[in-house]
């Protein structure tokens, strides 16, 4: 049985793998799940310093999100998987119809796809101002 190491990013993508990780955090929301109006879950450290919150680049996540749509709809599904669902690849794999190798090859590939068509973007943006 071959094991496949998901987090395992390239070295060449760890750039879009940091915005990829904006963008997921952006999707998912902002949820207030520790916050509790009982008692019953009432936390004793409420009133301590809290680290400060990470801000999201709003901006790059909507762009990445319009990039999405021209991603082929197996890398995008992959790439979602990998980002934003996180849940048991072994479901992802039936429901793509692919092996874990094929998934994780799925995800690196969409990674690319997307690098790629956010330069391409940015050359046609600069391209077009000129």
Known sequence: MNFVDFSHVPSNQTEIH???????????????????????????NYWEAQPAPTYLNTLDATEIQKTM???PERNRLAVQWCY?????PTRMCMALGVS??????????????????????????INAAT
Not at 26 to 40: E, I, T
Not at 100 to 125: E, I, P, Y
Request: glycine share 6%; with cysteine.
């Open 18 to 44: 940091d915005r990829l990780e904006n963008w997921a955090k952006w999707c998912r929301g902002s949820g207030s799940r520790n916050v509790h109006p009982m008692f019953r879950q009432y936390r004793d």
């Open 69 to 71: 749509a021209h991603i």
């Open 84 to 88: 934003i669902a996180k849940s048991n």
């Open 100 to 125: 874990k190798q094929g998934l994780f090859d799925l995800v690196t590939d969409g990674r690319t796809m997307v690098k790629n068509r956010l330069t391409v973007r940015k050359d046609m943006c």
